[in-house]
Structure formats: C-alpha cells, structure tokens
C-alpha cells in the first residue's frame, strides 16, 4: 500500500502532465501568411488587418475558434483587446505560445485585457457602503460576459514570458513605442487615474525559454482547486 505522501505526490504529477498537454501549443498543418492579425475582432473590424473571430462579421475573413489554433505565419503584428480574459488559463497560455510561433522574428504582440488591480480597487470597497453591491460586482467581473480569468500586469507579464517572448513592456490605452501599434483601442473606456489603468495593455516581441518556479506554484494551486 503507498502512503498518502507518495499517492499525492502522484496525483499531482498526474496533474501536472495533463496540464502540460494542456497548454502545449499545437502545429497546424497550413499556416497563412499575413501581415497583420486582429483576433477577436468582434464587429470593430480593423480595415488593413486580417480580422479573426469566433462570429462572423462584415468584414472577418476568418471565423474561426483560436483554441483549435492558430494556422497563420511570419505575422509581424497580433492584436487582441478584450479577448485573452474570454480564455481560460490554460487556454490563454496555450494561445500566447501560438502567438510566438506565428510571429516572425520581429513580431509583437499586443494585448489589452481588463486589469484585475482596477477591478480589485474600484469594484470592492472596504469597509463598504454596499456590501451587497460589491459582492455582486466583483463576481460580475469575474464572470459576467464569458470571462474566464482576469489578469494583472505581473501575471500577464509572467505568462507571456512562459510562452516564449523575451521583452514585455506596458503602455497607456492608445499608446506605443510603434507607430502601427498607436491609437488601436476601441473598447469602451472606464474611468481610470495615472496610477490605476483600468485595462493591462502590454506589447511582447522576441524570444525567450525559461522557467518561472514562482508561477508554476501558482498554476498547480489553481488547477489543483479548478479540478478538485
Ligand atoms: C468582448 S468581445 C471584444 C470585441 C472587440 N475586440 C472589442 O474590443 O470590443 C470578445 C470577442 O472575442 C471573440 N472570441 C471569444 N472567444 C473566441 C475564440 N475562442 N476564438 C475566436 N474568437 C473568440 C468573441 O466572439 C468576441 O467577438
């Protein structure tokens, strides 16, 4: 008979494998090519860009479920607002690493997803007026129109470097170092100050393998509870 320490210790293992299967980006058998890719488009259809969503809209050449993968290559630029949170966790690694693999050497990545800090600071107050108010409010956040995980700049940061991308950095809705990147935010705004953006935008290029020991704890925690 094994002793409890070694049973858990292989059910974890368990875990982890099947996690690993996971979030292992898959190799589709044609990939176009294209310049610029816009996924998630929704009906803000972006004209110069190959627009990709779930739905068809005017102007989405390509309706298609991004968790099937990603059949395009030597993309220089991917854009997504408000989609990564529409992905669960492993789900959304799994699409940052296709993201890696499609862009070209000089690729970048943009992503704008609400930010867990604002939702946090704005939604939920302490001690509240309302209690009941912001019990609603946060899990509203959490789970109101299809979300599926909310990210802060660390752990979409921590993520992107798991996926394979050297440099991240941050910038303010609407802004970038690159010209082709400015002014691209569409989503409704909400009221933000300086220090408190209510949306994580944040652009990813290079190349980078390492482990983050820090993250993968924090991943076999909430996967262990998502599946307990
Ligand atoms: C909240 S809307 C954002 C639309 C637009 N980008 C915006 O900022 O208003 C999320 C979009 O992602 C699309 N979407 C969600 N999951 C998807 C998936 N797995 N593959 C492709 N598109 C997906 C939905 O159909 C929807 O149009």
Redesign the pocket.
Known sequence: MLGLGIRVRLIRGWYAWKRRQRQRARTPLVRQTVERLH????P?VRPGWAN????YHEGVEHV????DGLPFKDVRYIYA???LE??SWDEGLRFLKECRAALGADGVLRLSTPNLDWVWATQYRSPSPDAVHDCFAMNKAFRG??HQFLYNVGTLTAALHAAGFAEVKSFRYGESDDLVLRDLE??EKSPDDDALPHVVVIEARGRREARDESLERAVEDYDWALRS
């Open positions: 996924i998630g488009s929704g803000l990709v969503d779930l739905e298609l479920d991004v968790r607002e408000h989609f529409h992905l129109w299809g569409r989503h």
